[in-house]
């Protein structure tokens, strides 16, 4: 069906009675109908994957007309199987300005702008010139990034500064969805639980006693690579760079009797490649596109808040309400606590900073009233501060000092309070 064709079907869709919306109006108080609405919106779509490709698709066959996508990786080969939007020969190119050019040959009346670079370069008043935001993302770090930005700016600008978040996501035949009103219900790191960290292998597993082909995958990148090739970072978008990790860990593999090792699954354990399915993200995808256009017609109610998806048994479907969660570093209290020993070191607390199920960091720097204790980066500032690695917290700071965290996941620094659990002080 051309596009066209589609928009005409939700118009006539409009102008039929919801039943559960029974004063819904075609015109509002400001006399815009809703397909004013959908013409005047503008939709920033994060994420021009599989996820963001169907979600592109649906929201130029529904009616709007005002899209901005931004994604800062290129088209590879293994892409074109489920990211409808490429073709053989746009490999090597920026997704966004692909799927961009896509959609404006196929929907000429469609204003989309593609952005070949980070949602964290983009200024502030490009984002408070949007109505709302589709995440089609498929990382943890980017969506917290932009929820706690969103959350800041409905913080500075009040209602200028307010722009509701429809978070999709997918995992092999499973999705989730989420509508998010910042301030009003629970943010996407409310529900950070239910992440878990990227998965990692003992060290002491991967180096004397590997069990599985992904323990020699790991010791070729993680252990070989930076000891054969030390100035060289391992891309794993470079096929001469798998093939090399594919080539070292088969032959350890060999060694121990391991079977498995092939150039797939050696990539998609050095760039943690998430299953994709091209049927799971049009789901969720539809689900997506359809809270988004609920939420700018206010043609039915929108979700409240969290859609649940699941494939592999069944086609089943969970809503339900996720409740605002009152230690939340975004919406809730903005400041977070942590007990240690006091004889571990510092290097231990930013590993803990990084597992703990509520802080889930990924390069943590650290400050105490304004004396760095250690910093990720620049280089200079990172070799000066390394030697508090290796010191005992309570020569760095008392129990119950408050710590300024600050990491690439989040917009602004965080407040971690550490509580020593061995200190002599009942009142610490």
């Known amino acids: 069906m051309a596009p066209d064709a589609c928009a005409a079907g939700f ?3 409009l102008r039929l009675k919801a039943p559960h919306v029974p004063d819904f109006e075609l ?29 592109l698709k649906n929201l130029a066959m529904s009616g709007f007309r005002n899209i901005d996508v931004i994604d800062m990786d290129t088209i590879d080969v293994s892409n074109l199987n489920r990211q409808f939007l490429f073709r053989s020969k746009d490999v090597g190119r920026p997704k966004a300005e692909v799927a961009a050019e896509f959609i404006r040959q196929r929907s000429p009346g469609i204003n989309i702008t593609a952005h070949y670079k980070r949602i964290q370069d983009m200024p502030e008043e490009f984002y408070l010139g949007l109505t709302l935001i589709v995440c089609g993302l498929d990382s943890v770090e980017a969506r917290r990034w932009i929820n ?21 996501g997918t995992e092999g035949l499973k999705g989730n969805m989420r509508v998010i009103l910042p301030r009003h219900n629970a943010c996407f790191e409310c529900g950070l639980s ?42 794993g978008d470079n096929v001469d760079h798998i093939n090399w990790v594919v080539e070292q860990a088969a032959t350890r593999a060999e060694s121990f009797s391991i079977a498995g090792v092939t150039f797939s699954l050696a990539q998609g354990v050095v760039k943690n490649i998430i299953p994709a399915i091209a049927s799971t993200n049009a789901i969720i995808a539809a689900a997506c596109v359809n809270e988004a256009f609920k939420l ?14 699941t494939g592999d048994s069944g086609v089943y479907f969970l809503t339900y309400p996720l409740d ?73 700071f008392d129990s119950g000092s408050t710590l300024t965290v600050t990491d690439p996941t989040l917009p602004t620094g965080l407040r971690v309070t550490v509580n020593f659990t061995d200190a002599t002080d009942p009142g610490a």
Request: hydrophobic residues 35%.
């Open 11 to 13: 118009e006539r869709f």
């Open 296 to 309: 700018v017609t206010s043609c039915n109610p929108y979700l409240d808040n969290s859609l649940l998806y």
């Open 194 to 235: 239910m992440y878990p960290p990227k998965t990692t292998y003992p060290i002491c597993t991967i180096a004397n006693t590997p069990r599985l082909p992904e323990h020699c995958i790991e010791w070729a990148s993680v252990l070989e690579w930076p000891r054969t090739f030390p100035d060289t970072k391992l891309d």
């Open 148 to 168: 706690a930005y969103v959350h800041g700016l409905a913080e500075s600008h009040g209602f200028d500064g307010f722009k509701p978040i429809v978070d999709g």
């Open 27 to 55: 015109v509002n108080e400001e006399g815009e109908t809703p397909e004013g609405l959908l013409a005047k919106a503008k939709v920033l779509v994060i994420g021009a994957g599989g996820l963001g490709c169907e979600i």
């Open 324 to 396: 605002q969660a009152e230690d939340c570093l975004v919406c809730g209290q903005k400041e977070g606590a942590l007990a240690a020993s006091s004889e571990s070191t510092l290097e231990q607390l930013i590993d803990a900073l990084k597992e703990h199920g509520v802080f889930q960091l990924k390069a943590p720097s650290l400050t105490l009233a304004g004396t760095n204790l250690y910093f990720q980066n620049p280089k200079a500032l990172e070799e000066q501060t390394r030697p508090n690695l290796s010191k005992r917290l309570r020569d760095l």
